[in-house]
């Protein structure tokens, strides 16, 4: 019998933020895989060390970014490859997913590679959105509010238009497009009604207003939240 | 010296799917709050009863519904009263909300009454659409994606344009409003491209597609995903 391709969310950063199925699932699979860059460590891995029981077998997917941020497909096509050995064998493979695996997470690449040949379940995590909206005591979206989650990548004109049309908003992986968005929030006058977030729950977590934000440098981990009624809360 | 007031996000239904968080503040906080109908159980209590340490104090918040969902507002006034006892006398409260506390909880209404004037902590959750995504073995956002969060009670054009122009889009509380979504995803040739999730993570959950659909009753806890590149992953 093969085994069972799990797509793990694991939270978004503090360790605690993993939910209880998570955590068993974790600690009973015979094999982890989990994403890390070129060189250097894995976040993911980082994320739930404390919790591994230290036998397991462990598959780091290299996934080097290429030009606009591309995911390399045949990096994909090699893992996918490896971590079907291991489900041919009767292992179960457990995918750690940073937040959560369907929410704009590369865990998509092995599951669209996988999961209509091998039995799979997808846990789901605490995602980023949820964890920068109660690290900035910020309430996202209530009631009839339409919501509205943006790359930041996203063109300025496009980036103006979808914001002035929905209630509330995200926009995710801020980082080097942190001049855009300010630019855009400015011209639509929501710099008041709008929070930036990085590195939510972890240890080096920050929460900026607008204004305190300029000349800053955004990392990758940062995403700025708009509530169109947001001066009520806060 | 006053209590913390806790947002606590206790996920979509699967006692399992709480944050380890979460669950070692649910345990220690000497008061428990939670929504429940006007006659009735508890669904968020019921999601962590297994959990309690059964020496709690437990205040029951009972809203009912009035015409469009509007929350009783003099209720969230009454109720917020009674937290603020408790504060005032050093103790914790946690508000137990369903999924996550920032994303279309009732819990907003506890927070805007009293979270500028006592210590707060929201502790995010596992939220409906991540885990209707999951149930749904559905990949919902990734790399570039827009999505979009859009209420049922939605009119039926508006709802159209929006969901014409976005690449992914979660409407929520389906409920009553089946038949009209329903027709627009017809329009727009989105059918195959929709899935359906009813009470994800909990034991009488069922995932249908938009042809199984047809006729049938939607409870409100039900959502309608929609992934315009779906056909690749399914």
């Known amino acids: 019998m093969s085994g069972t391709l799990f797509g793990l969310g694991?939270?978004?950063?503090?360790?605690?933020?993993?939910?209880?199925?998570?955590?068993?699932?974790l600690q009973k699979a015979t094999v982890i895989a989990y994403p890390a860059p070129d060189k250097g460590d894995s976040l993911a891995r980082s994320i739930v060390e404390s919790h591994l029981p230290g036998n397991q077998e462990e598959i780091i997917i290299r996934t080097p970014m290429v030009a606009g941020n591309t995911p390399a497909h045949d990096v994909y096509d090699e893992y996918a490859v490896v971590i079907e050995d291991h489900l041919e064998e009767g292992r179960d493979v457990a995918v750690l997913c940073e937040g959560d695996p369907f929410f704009y997470g590369s865990f998509m690449y092995i599951f669209e590679r996988l999961a209509h040949r091998?039995?799979?379940?997808?846990?789901?995590?605490?995602?980023?959105?949820?964890?920068?909206?109660?690290?900035?005591?910020?309430?996202?979206?209530?009631?009839?509010?339409?919501?509205?989650?943006?790359?930041?990548?996203?063109g300025e004109d496009e980036l103006e238009r979808r914001l002035a049309d929905t209630d509330a908003a995200a926009i995710m992986k801020v980082g080097r497009h942190l001049d855009k968005i300010v630019r855009v929030l400015k011209k639509l006058d929501l710099t008041e009604k709008a929070i930036y977030?990085?590195?939510?729950?972890?240890?080096?977590?920050?929460?900026?207003?607008?204004?305190?934000?300029?000349?800053?440098?955004?990392?990758?981990?940062?995403?700025?939240?708009?509530?169109?009624?947001?001066?009520?809360?806060?």
């Open 10 to 25: 694991i939270g978004p950063g503090d360790p605690d933020l993993i939910t209880l199925k998570a955590l068993k699932i």
């Open 118 to 154: 091998y039995d799979s379940e997808i846990i789901p995590g605490v995602s980023s959105l949820m964890a920068c909206a109660a690290q900035a005591n910020f309430p996202l979206a209530s009631r009839k509010d339409i919501l509205t989650v943006l790359p930041g990548p996203l």
């Open 197 to 234: 977030v990085e590195h939510a729950t972890m240890t080096n977590t920050k929460t900026l207003t607008i204004a305190e934000l300029e000349k800053a440098k955004a990392p990758y981990f940062s995403m700025i939240l708009v509530q169109k009624r947001g001066e009520a809360w806060v």
